[in-house]
């Protein structure tokens, strides 16, 4: 057959190992890299004259919409909105002049996604779309194609789609920055040496496989999962505890670190293991002390970090997981890894149909 799972026992694991062969591909289409440059496809419109972004997208390729929030606001300072497909027309959004429309689908079929970008073509909204296939009907209506080359994906919870989006959605913010006169030319190429090392650094993460499987024993067991992160890996942590579900059928949800005393910490006992996403970096205090809050009150956390904040927070953890050293901006690209391992491992351990889970479709074509 064309598509096979080679040495694989599913899809999604031949697709989590793909990763760092296809975001390569995917970069390479948008970085120049002996001019440290990033690039995009010629487009009839200036970018730099973008004064606002409306992201538009469901279920993962959303959470790419939501950290490309982070990026783009960090980078470019162009405001960004995010909103589900499913919502985005139905409450009137207001889209002014100078509004780029952005969707992200890998199928570019999902029905209120494609709607969404009608929406705002009807309003004269200029659109881009990050897309991964060619022919879908987002590919042939957006304005400009930014397209993901993730290959075919077979199963149902998406994983190198995710991570291709993530590669384009980078090279798109800095892009927008350098069109605002937001980055210096040393600033991209630091950008550019960041994001070219992101396949190696993928590599790195899925070398702790084995580990992850180990750890999955104690997961499968569990009724709830709380995943946390802040800034780029809030949106990573929704990620992780959406993968879960889809395939592992266990309750899982992501929440920004800071917001859990709110309300999720009532959840917190010896029975419900807590994934910290937390890179070293400014944010990593931070998380640290929510993970201690988790920690005084029984909850197993599972610290996905790396060396540096293994050494400094690693001890009292149930578990950790070491990543290699990126760039806290684009950690999630990489985080994303031990991530939907995870998921992957307790789906199998749990014995569920991780390629075809029940009640799901991998396009879902109708409202
Ligand atoms: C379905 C799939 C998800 C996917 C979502 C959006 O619900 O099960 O994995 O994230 O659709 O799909 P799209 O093709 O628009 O990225």
Redesign the pocket.
């Known amino acids: 057959a064309l598509i096979d799972k080679g040495n694989h026992r599913h899809f999604m694991q031949k697709e989590i190992y793909e990763q760092p062969v296809v975001v390569a591909q995917t970069l390479s289409s948008y970085l120049r890299t002996l001019e440290a440059k990033v690039a995009l496809p010629d487009m009839e419109f200036d970018l730099g004259s973008v004064e606002r972004v409306a992201i538009v ?6 959470y790419v919409g939501a950290i490309g929030k982070y990026w783009i606001e960090q980078l470019a300072r162009v405001p960004v909105e995010v909103d589900v ?1 499913s919502e985005f027309r139905y409450r009137e959004p207001v889209l002014g002049a100078n509004t780029l429309g952005l ?8 029905a209120d ?1 494609l709607a969404a970008l009608r929406h705002m073509k009807a309003c004269g909204v200029t659109t881009a779309g990050i897309i ?2 060619p022919t879908s009907s ?1 590919a042939r209506e957006v304005d400009l194609l930014l397209p993901t080359h993730a290959g075919p994906e077979i199963g ?3 994983t190198k ?2 991570t291709c ?1 993530l590669a384009v959605m980078a090279a798109l913010s800095a892009n927008l920055a350098r069109a605002k006169g937001r980055l210096s030319e040393a600033e991209e190429a630091e950008l550019v040496s960041q994001l070219t090392e992101v396949p190696a650094a993928m590599n790195a993460a899925l070398a702790h496989d084995a580990e992850i499987e180990g750890m999955a024993h104690t997961i499968a067991g569990a009724r709830d999962v709380l995943y946390l992160g802040r800034g780029p890996d809030y949106p990573l942590a929704l990620e992780g505890a ?1 993968k879960l579900k ?1 395939i592992s059928y266990i309750h899982a949800e992501g929440y920004a670190a800071g917001e859990m005393k709110h309300g999720p910490i009532a959840l917190i006992d010896e029975s419900v293991p807590v994934i910290v996403i937390a890179p070293s970096g400014p944010l990593f205090d931070k998380t640290v002390s929510n993970m201690q809050e988790v920690q005084a009150r029984g909850g197993k956390v599972v610290l996905i970090s790396d060396a540096e904040g293994l050494a400094q927070a690693g001890e009292g953890a149930l578990a950790t997981i070491e990543m290699p050293k990126v760039h806290p901006l684009i950690a999630p690209l990489v985080y994303a890894v031990p991530v939907q391992l995870l998921a992957y491992h307790v789906a199998v351990v749990k014995g569920t149909d991780v390629d075809q ?1 029940r009640n ?5 074509t109708v409202e």
């Open positions: 997208a469901c279920g993962t390729a959303s497909a969707v992200i689908s890998q199928s570019g079929e999902t996604t991964n296939v987002m149902v919870a998406s789609a995710f989006q959406l889809e889970p799901l479709a991998k396009s879902v």
